[in-house]
């Protein structure tokens, strides 16, 4: 049998993506003074740059994430589709990433076995939830929505940044540049995909709670990482990374990520 959708319907569910919207924008990270100020205006210097690439898991965490909810969501096609759509356009990205890191002079090792800051920590487990523990998997989906509607623009800022204050800290920038250069494009085609999959699909109102919990979680997950990056990066402007791996050793040490390289 059809449904028809009554305004009352309609109404609500516009109520619904735009209270969805509005999370990370009301959350943005590029709000956070360490990119609004400190990324923004050239402030970063080398070692700044090297602590924010060992402290910056989104792309693995992010297609860790993808993988196991691709598993998980096998029974809901709907999700599963945006999913696998994703899958596919995150192939190479990780590359990218390491690439970029690669410039500022760290390894693959380097950035697999990075001791994490607390901030970062918390960004994980986080994103541990969301992959592998919540049960509604709109509480998912809500949280890589929030994850990926921000890309475009900070993917943006960070290039302009980049190109202004940093080019010299790159051996070949414009190889170098290319991550965020694909970021800047790509996910806004993600974010339209989620969206279109909230618009269509997510219509109960447990769904719905769910889905902007993990908005929110998330979002604010990711300015908490941005401030915890942002105290070390001031209190200790001359670090190294061995002076990093010793401040941040045994208590705080993590199992690495799996990463292709
Ligand atoms: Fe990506």
Redesign the pocket.
């Known amino acids: 049998m059809k449904m028809i959708k009554t305004h009352r319907d309609r109404s609500s569910q516009e109520n619904f993506l735009t209270l969805l919207q509005s999370i990370p924008v009301r959350h943005a990270m590029l709000s956070h003074t360490y990119y609004a100020d400190r990324w923004a205006r050239g402030q970063l210097t080398l070692e700044g740059m090297q602590l924010y690439c060992l402290q910056n898991r ?2 693995q965490l ?2 860790e994430a993808l993988c196991v909810l691709k598993g998980r969501s096998i029974m809901r096609p709907a999700i599963n589709g945006v999913i696998e759509q994703n899958l596919l ?2 192939i190479g ?2 590359e ?2 390491l690439t970029f890191t690669a410039g500022v002079g760290l390894k693959a090792k380097d950035i697999a076995y990075a001791p994490m800051l607390p901030a970062t920590k918390g960004l994980n487990e986080i994103f541990q939830y969301f992959t592998y523990r919540a049960k509604n998997l709109w509480e998912s989906v809500g949280a890589l929505f929030a994850f990926e509607a921000q ?1 475009p623009a900070i993917s943006e800022a960070k290039l302009e940044a980049l190109d202004c204050h940093y080019a010299s800290f790159f051996q070949n920038f414009t190889v170098a540049s290319e ?1 965020y250069e ?2 800047r494009e ?2 806004k085609k993600h974010a339209a995909w989620w969206l279109q999959l909230f618009e269509e699909h997510c219509l109960a109102l447990d769904d719905r709670k769910a889905a902007l919990r993990g908005a929110y979680n998330m979002a604010t997950a990711l300015v908490d990482l941005l401030e915890g990056i942002h105290r070390a990066d001031k209190t200790h402007r001359t670090m190294d990374i061995a002076f990093l791996a010793q401040r941040f050793s045994a208590a705080t040490y993590q199992q690495p990520i799996a990463i292709n390289a």
């Open positions: 989104g792309e992010f297609q356009d995150e990205h990780m990218l990433w890309m991550y694909v970021h790509a996910d």
